[in-house]
């Protein structure tokens, strides 16, 4: 069995997919781990330490490839990336498949079998194999750390012999897992903490952070949340609610944080630019969906633009600008899986395609989209 971790070629991409502790897990599991070379660079990783924990180096992504029974990278492949691949290799990595056909193609036409992290289920066993918490996580907490860089005040208290500094007051707009941990940060540095979310759960675990919870709490507030977990989409009525007693909070606020995702669909327009305008000069918003098409109608991917003086922080890929944590946690993430796909006994792969993990992540197969939910359209 032959493991091969390719190096990233999207350009704002940190991250790497196993780590030299995961490789040597890899090695317990009777694979020979191949490593292209460079590959954990970014996410200080060199060759050297790959090698000295077991693996192989490969001077080339081909090289790399070659007889690989299970690819692992962070982003799905670009096209032509695969050329050379073992029909019916299993590649794994986060595969951002919503609205990607001609993508999903490419794979089926590579005749890999390809999974999806992001569509793990969340169950229990699965917890461990999370990708979406892991990283968003880390973009909650780092989401914090930018904010503070660019807000050019303190954020605690501070009783001093010239005057009292107030704290800073911020919002965090979506309490899933990178809000709650935006939250906690912000709470950490000593800034007043208020948040918002649409999910009714939210709000004990808002408070037990020691924020404040900010919502129009009506009936449909009291149903807006799926079986899995995730906010539903709220009718315009609730929304427009929503929005005036936020643009009445947000313009007293320093910082405010926005995390809002709903999978599949562009990220929800929360902070109009009239509400930009109504902030302070010296404000900041840090909008992590920019990505997704932002939640603040005047963010710009990758960039840190200025609206009238409030700053409004756009990074792409925040996970990756903590690149060595967060290839330590998804590396973890992927050999969790990889881990139930391998028999222990013959270290060989054995991948049981009705386990509830499988069906939900497999989006390819034997030359085919097989994923009922990412099926071409007619």
Known sequence: MRIAVLSETEGAETRVAATPDTVKKYKGLGADVVVQAGAGTKAGITDAEFEASGAAIAPS???SLRDADIILKVRRPADGELAGAKPGALLIAIMDPYGQDAALKNLADAQVAAFA????????????MDVLSSQANLAGYRAVVDATAE???AMPMMMTAAGTVPAARVFVMGAGVAGLQAIATARRLGAVVTATDVRPAAKEQVESLGAKFVAVEDEEFKQAETAGGYAKEMSAEYQAKQAALVASHIAK????????LIPGRPAPKLVTKAMVESMKPGSVIVDLAVERGGNCEVSKPGKVADHKGVKIVG?????????????SLYAKNLYAFVETLVDKES????????DELVKATCLTRDGAVIHPAFQPKA
């Open 347 to 354: 270290k060989a792969l054995s991948v049981k395609w009705d």
């Open 117 to 128: 992290m992001e569509l793990m289920p969340r169950i229990t066993r699965a917890q461990v």
């Open 315 to 327: 990074h792409l890929n925040v996970p990756g600008r903590l690149a060595a944590t967060a290839s």
């Open 253 to 260: 606020q320093d910082i405010v944080i926005t995390t809002a």
């Open 151 to 153: 807000y050019g005040r």
């Open 61 to 63: 992504r081909e090289e």
